[in-house]
């Protein structure tokens, strides 16, 4: 292989690290907080009333704890693919594809949502609803110019995921502002609203935290992209722990925001419970609710489109690592060479978008993300504990570190187990799917090993198909050990 060969491979099996602790903090944020906070008020009021907000500060709490593990984890091990990466070096290949099956359906699976969230939204600022050509031409313009913007370097989709988040926290904070006040002026009504607090009872409390804790989620897409974060032992932990501080603080005021602006039972019906509380706020205040819906509206625009952004960047990024062990379709794993990116995952996630956003239904599409976020939640937990360990001088200095992982294990069972028999009968089905693959990929993993050691010659002619990740991988397994 010549000299110009091996820059080229080089150059196409290397990310840049170009996240800095800012530009990861806001990537934490913008993967959290998203299109999820202007519908989900809705669904945890139908379920429980008022007394949703115990159900937003549970599932605060169950998404604080699971980031407790990430955070442990990506201090000891920054290699790209999280929860995959993670089990896969602390419990072995067959957890870990586990683990990265589980991420990887349970994002991939979500990918529609954003779509078909933003036409909805876009529908509500105009005179009427788009036609089913126009709704597609939409759906197709924000596919299109999120995954061309990642194409071409994670630097540029830092940079519109930096603008994004902060463009979709202003109306937010403008909401909890304007809720703050009119609890102050118009205290009676405002106490009003949250009595009674618990008018259904406690019965769906489990129901309202499994599509509130899905608002919470992304924070396990923000850890994938390590390798493209500068120096990442310590602006891993770092972002992590500020930017769910930040999603966390927004959430609970929101929600604050929605059950002194509303009637329960008004909040229940809403399609844009956000919106309707700004309209009830404002006019409360003294006038200019139909401007405050427009801003709610506006900003659940930027929120899809940011945590969508954020979710292309974590997902091709996972499929590519998944595909660098061998264990996804090597295309997976090719970056491009001009860019550096993994152009394969990024086109395959864009037909999918499309095509899912046409076909599912959105709580469906929820219900069965939380279930495959779970099982990895659990499996990542797990290999916190392994990891430190292995690494005890990379633990976190914090009292009852130990405990707090195995309530993180416990969080992500619980999780699984609210998504209901339906949804767990078919993710159960789909994980089956996924061992079949992780049976048949170890064979020809297998197969590589055999070809290491019939001589270097055989390893520099498969370099040009697999980038080096796989060939360090089978390099391991050869030797069995289940470290980097």
Known sequence: ???????????????????NRTDFTLLVIGAVVGADVYVVAAMGASFLGPAQLIAWVAAGVLAAVIALAFVQCAAIDSDVGGSYAYARTALGPLLGFVAGWSLYVGEWVALPVFPLAFVNYLNRLLPSDLPAAGSFAVKVALVGTVTAVNLVGVRRGARLNDVLTVGKLVPLALLIVA????????????GGHLRPFTPLGWSGFGGAVVPIFWAYAGFELAVLPAAEVTDPRRTLPQGLVLGMAVATLFYLL???????????????ASTSPLAGAMRAILDGLGGGGGTGVVLMSAGALVSIAGVYEAFTLGVSRLSYALAADGLFPSGFSRLHPQYGTPYVGLAFQAAFALVG???????????????????????????????IGQHPES???????????????????????????????????????????????RAHW???????????????????????????????????????
């Open 1 to 19: 292989m010549t000299a110009n060969a091996h820059e080229a491979q080089e150059s196409t099996t290397r990310f840049r690290a170009d996240l």
């Open 179 to 190: 809720a703050l006040a009119f609890a102050v002026v118009r205290h009676g009504e405002a």
């Open 254 to 268: 929101t929600a604050f925001a929605v059950a002194v602006a509303l009637p329960w039972e008004a909040a229940a």
């Open 357 to 387: 956003s046409t076909l599912f239904d959105l709580r469906g599409l929820i219900t069965i993300a939380v279930f495959f976020l779970g099982i990895s939640y659990v499996l990542t937990a797990v290999a916190a504990l392994r990891l």
């Open 395 to 441: 633990a976190l200095r914090l009292p009852g570190l130990k405990l707090g992982l195995a309530m993180a294990a416990l969080s992500g069972a619980y999780l699984v187990s609210q998504t209901g028999m339906r949804r767990i009968a078919i993710g159960t089905g789909i994980m089956v799917l996924g061992l079949a693959l992780y049976a048949v990929r």
């Open 446 to 484: 297998r197969r590589v090993a055999a070809a290491l050691r019939t001589g270097e010659r055989r390893v520099e002619q498969w370099a040009w198909h697999e980038p080096r990740w796989l060939l360090r991988s089978v390099r391991r397994l050869a030797g069995g050990g289940r470290g980097r």
